[in-house]
């Protein structure tokens, strides 16, 4: 049995990166591998509740009960689900992961950083991200992108979105060697030339290919 890969994609809303994971899904098929592909929130059945709740709901959520909630879906998923497929040797793409709720609620809502960090450890259990794809964008695509019809997250303003972006590039400088960059403001295919080349040279790296 080959060994597995976890590689993780992040970004601020609209940069385009759920595109990015279902072309490097197809790519790495065409390779031959066994791909799953899963997201955060909402993968498992108790993660899809958790999603409604963190995007859709219309009563008062306070910042660390939001917290909470996205450790949850993720504590569940990664037992569940990730932990398992990498054991089983698959490579497993997941839309966000822990760096986002160190950008979203740790950079964007004011959460206590190392906190967030040991509640992570807790959650991932000893899981971390062989690869981590972070699509970085202007703002001002962000906004064009999403558009009119926002969910309870995406409506959170300009200037939160500013401070989650500012986050990822200080977890980029904190973890230079998992997080590598991707200039997202161009157009798909180019975005999609510069991911494959770093996934090639994680795949020559972690698996000798
Ligand atoms: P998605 O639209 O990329 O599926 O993500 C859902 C929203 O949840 C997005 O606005 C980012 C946010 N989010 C957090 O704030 N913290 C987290 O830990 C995760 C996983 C997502």
Redesign the pocket.
């Known amino acids: 049995m080959g060994k597995g890969l976890f590689i993780t994609f992040e970004g601020i809303?609209g940069s385009g990166?759920?595109t990015q994971l279902n072309k490097v899904k197809t790519f790495l098929e065409t390779k031959g591998y066994n791909v799953i592909t899963t997201?955060?929130?909402?993968a498992m059945e108790l993660g899809k509740k958790i999603?409604e709740i963190?995007?859709h709901y219309e009563g008062e959520v306070s910042d660390k009960s939001?917290m909470f909630l996205?450790?949850a879906?993720?504590a569940q998923h990664v037992e569940k689900l990730i932990k398992p497929a990498i054991e089983e040797g698959k490579i497993v793409l997941c839309?966000?992961?822990?760096d986002?709720?160190i950008?979203?609620?740790g950079y964007?809502?004011g959460q206590d950083i190392n906190i967030l960090k040991d509640l992570n450890r807790i959650a991932v259990n000893g899981i971390i991200p062989d690869l981590t794809l972070l699509f970085d964008v202007s703002l001002e695509t962000s906004q064009n992108r999403v558009g009119d019809e926002k969910?309870r997250?995406?409506s959170?303003g300009i200037e939160f979105l500013k401070k989650?972006r500012n986050g990822y590039l200080e977890l980029l400088k904190e973890h230079p060697r998992r997080i590598k960059i991707i200039n997202a403001n161009n157009n798909i295919e180019t975005v999609f030339e510069e991911t494959k080349t770093v996934i090639e040279k994680t795949l020559q790296e972690k698996l000798g290919v």
């Open positions: 809303d990166k759920t997201r955060e929130p909402g999603r963190l995007l939001e996205f450790l879906d993720r839309d966000r992961h822990t986002s709720t950008a979203y609620q964007g809502r969910d997250m995406e959170s989650v």
